[in-house]
């Protein structure tokens, strides 16, 4: 079987497709085509997208050797790479900051990157050199365990359209300032910053992910908001924050997102929602927003359920609603306003879309039942609801069923299903 | 009357057709909504080409008639607009199945019709023919050239001579290469160690530092080589004095060749000992010893079993018988012969041939 006799398949294949083809590789193995055939000895030097990880190198239990293998082979392959990079993404859980990173970058900033993206170990955080700042062409940039600290001369990245920053230490008015000055921006991941008063200016951004300690969140100018999903976290301080404060944060957040379609909101969003809503007032109408997903939600404080209220009565075309009780506490029994619902919505209100609802965590208290039973009463075209009781409620649940049973339905569709086995 | 007529036509023959002819002439009618789907085509029909037979949209010679079969059954299926992610998912793993050569091809023409699409489906079909498979496997599948010598291949950027000549020397080289390691398996029972895929990729883009591991397999390919330009001659002795000496002039030449290399790598390598029986080998040619009489086995080859044995001896009285008679022929032929006579006057022994054959009649 001689190859010389049989005519070569696949090296005269344009360059682009045998970047193509490298480029869906290991890193490794793209380089290991260079001892294929004297056609092929050059052909990974022009990849212009580049994923390192721990698997580039063959493994061992020795971490310095480890360390020096990856280091080593990442210099080498930048040394040896030949013409534009558009994407970088290093994801090592070994790897520390180290000088040869800020060399990379340096190298990286000169040859046009778009795509950066740094994840190192867990150790000491990687503190970005400022020739970060420099590569004017970033449309996509993701750091984790990162120390940013912009100098006073940056204007901020003009192309960049996807920013996702994890764990992050940065002055907090250098974040605001980082985020107003990218014109582009659409999609914005915070993740894990704490203690952080934020009010974005985001005239271009359709995507919002938030997760961690926040202070405030004030959506001062993001008109083009399509998706957000946040879950916050509370503290002392936090906690402190709440009750002092006095503005309406349910007008704070939503009332400059017309084109909102989807909300999912998580840990204590809803109870950050509820601060102040007796003092607000509801313009707008969230015609767009089809799915609403609201997670821990405190039936008892009757201004989270208010909020809850407010929000979907304001969402006329509504198509799937979740809401999960609050994960922790076992049923109780609290004695309460009964016309709580006649008073806080019109009685001819009708969810004429919603199709789909999922109630979780459910303990079975008043106002739990309450908002079922409006649910029912209200949604003509509701084909599923799913009622997943507690698992800390273990003898309620039989009169949990009794009452539901004895509800009204709109819908004559409508499947009532009571989830006997936590999935 | 007429009404019924008209109820008898179907509604397919409402939809619009094109043409189209690939480079073999050869002509087709395709159902517009199909051949739009790819990019490339939908531009000519909006430079108006195509709608009728006689100017037909001429496609890219890369697109042969089958080919742009294999294209319009993706497009017909995938430009259905109701179909499920998983539906097309799973036609896209049956489509795939294809020998490598059809692969090739078709990635190289949908390239051409810009079907971005089924570009990076074959393209990812065809990098997972590639990973994980050592450079071997991978030369067999897509029926790639051994071409790079050795010292290419361990330090694959360092700017040696593009000759093409070499080039053919190495792929010959690599090609007995394997013949010999053929027979040696076949021989021994043990494996014969990999060389090339052992060595990680680190190491292969650190010749910069010339650590151990490289010096190590330099050592080893040294190794080899040295067997190997021992059995080479070996195997050519049978046979005539013209194949002989072609063969003799051709492993000379790679000997040459590989003295040209072993002096470029001199400088990595650690084993000096192994480096001056390498350079001292073609200097010396009296060294091959299959020549000599009263060769004992047991001192160079202990690895020659005796029926191997019993065939070099008769190979060596045969050849002897040759050059007795031949001798004046032998002395005015050209260049390439040169190695056989000075190998005689070189050694001592051989020279009992000479004078037997000035006293034979």
Redesign the interface.
């Known amino acids: ?4 006799l ?6 005269d ?2 360059q ?2 045998i970047e ?3 480029t ?3 890193i ?2 793209a ?12 052909k990974w030097t022009t990849i212009t997208d580049l994923v390192f990880n721990d698997k ?3 493994s061992c239990y020795d971490r310095p050797i480890l360390e020096n ?1 990856l280091v ?2 990442i210099t ?2 930048l040394f ?1 790479h030949d013409g534009p990079i558009h994407k970088f993404a290093l994801s090592t859980s070994f790897l520390q900051s180290s000088p040869d990173i800020d060399q990379w970058l340096l190298f990286l900033s000169r040859r046009g990157i778009r795509n950066l993206s740094i994840e190192l170990g867990e150790g000491e955080w990687f503190r970005a050199p400022s020739c970060l700042f420099t590569c004017s062409k970033l449309t996509h940039l993701e750091l984790v365990r990162c120390e940013l600290d912009p100098p006073p001369k940056f204007k901020g990245f003009l192309c960049l359209k996807y920013l996702n920053l994890q764990q992050i230490l940065m002055p907090p008015d250098d974040i605001e300032y980082l985020i107003s000055s990218c014109p582009l921006l659409e999609s914005l991941t915070l993740s894990y910053f704490d203690g952080l008063e934020l009010a974005l200016h985001a005239p271009n951004l359709k995507y919002l992910i938030l997760e961690g300690e926040f202070m405030d969140i004030c959506l001062e100018n993001t008109p083009r908001l399509i998706a957000v999903s946040i879950a916050m976290y509370i503290t002392d301080d936090i906690a402190e924050h709440f009750e002092q404060s006095s503005s309406c944060n349910f007008d704070k957040f939503l009332g400059g997102v017309p084109c909102l379609e989807r909300l999912v909101g998580q840990i204590y969003f809803t109870k950050y929602l509820s601060i102040g809503i007796d003092s607000g007032s509801t313009p707008i109408k969230y015609h767009h927003l089809k799915i609403i997903e609201l997670y821990q939600v405190n039936f008892e404080d009757l201004n989270e359920v208010l909020a809850v209220l407010r929000l979907i009565v304001s969402s006329p075309n509504l198509k799937e609603l979740h809401i999960a009780g609050p994960s922790n506490t076992a049923a109780a029994v609290v004695g309460s306003d009964l016309g709580f619902w006649e008073k806080e919505c019109p009685t001819d209100y009708m969810f004429d879309q919603l199709k789909t609802v999922k109630i979780t965590e459910v303990s079975g208290t008043l106002h739990e039942m309450g908002f079922i039973k409006f649910l029912l009463e209200h949604a003509p075209v509701l084909k599923v609801m799913t009622i997943t009781p507690s698992a800390y409620v273990t003898e309620g649940r039989l009169s949990m069923l009794v009452n539901l049973v004895r509800f009204r339905r709109a819908s004559a569709q409508a499947e009532v299903i009571f989830v006997q086995e936590q999935p | 009357m007429a009404e019924a007529d008209r109820e008898i036509i179907k509604p397919e023959m409402m939809k619009s057709y094109i043409w189209l002819q690939t480079s073999d002439g050869s002509l087709q009618q395709v159902e517009q909504e199909v051949a739009v789907f790819c990019p490339w085509i939908c531009h000519e029909i909006h430079s108006g080409m195509g709608s009728s037979k006689t100017y037909p949209i001429s496609l890219p010679s890369r697109v042969s008639p089958a080919m742009l079969s294999l294209i319009l059954d993706y497009c017909r299926f995938h430009q259905v607009p109701g179909r499920s992610n998983k539906e097309r998912k799973s036609f896209d793993e049956k489509f795939i199945r294809m020998d490598t050569k059809r692969l090739c091809e078709l990635t190289s023409a949908a390239d051409s019709l810009q079907l971005k699409p089924l570009v990076d489906l074959t393209s990812r079909a065809l990098a997972r023919m590639i990973e994980g498979k050592t450079p071997e496997e991978i030369r067999d599948i897509f029926h790639l050239p051994d071409d790079l010598t050795e010292e290419e291949k361990l330090e694959p950027i360092k700017n040696t001579i593009d000759d093409p000549r070499i080039r053919l020397l190495n792929r010959l080289y690599a090609r007995k290469r394997k013949e010999l390691k053929e027979r040696e398996r076949l021989k021994n029972v043990e494996i014969e160690e990999e060389r090339v895929d052992e060595r990680s990729v680190e190491d292969l883009l650190s010749f910069i530092n010339g650590g151990d591991a490289e010096s190590k397999v330099v050592k080893t390919s040294k190794t080899k080589k040295k067997n190997r330009r021992r059995k080479e001659p070996q195997k050519n002795t049978p046979g005539n004095d013209t194949s002989t000496s072609n063969s003799t002039s051709l492993s000379s030449n790679a000997v040459h060749i590989d003295k040209q290399e072993s002096n470029g790598l001199d400088s990595t390598c650690h084993d000096a000992a192994a480096c001056d029986h390498l350079l001292s080998d073609p200097g010396n040619p009296s060294k091959l010893p299959y020549i000599e009489e009263g060769f004992s086995p047991d001192d160079e080859f202990d690895d020659i079993d005796p029926a191997m044995q019993e065939k070099i001896d008769k190979e060596v009285a045969d050849f002897a018988r040759r050059l007795n008679s031949d001798w004046p022929e032998i002395l005015s032929l050209g260049q390439e012969r040169r190695r056989i006579p000075t190998a005689i006057n070189c050694n001592g022994s051989l020279k009992r041939y000479a004078s037997s054959a000035s006293l034979a009649p």
């Open positions: 079987m001689d190859n010389d049989r005519e070569d398949l696949i090296s294949l344009p682009s497709i193509t083809i490298l869906k590789l290991p490794r193995d380089v290991r085509t260079c001892a294929l055939s004297s056609k092929w000895r050059y580039c190198v063959s293998k080593s082979f080498h392959f040896l």
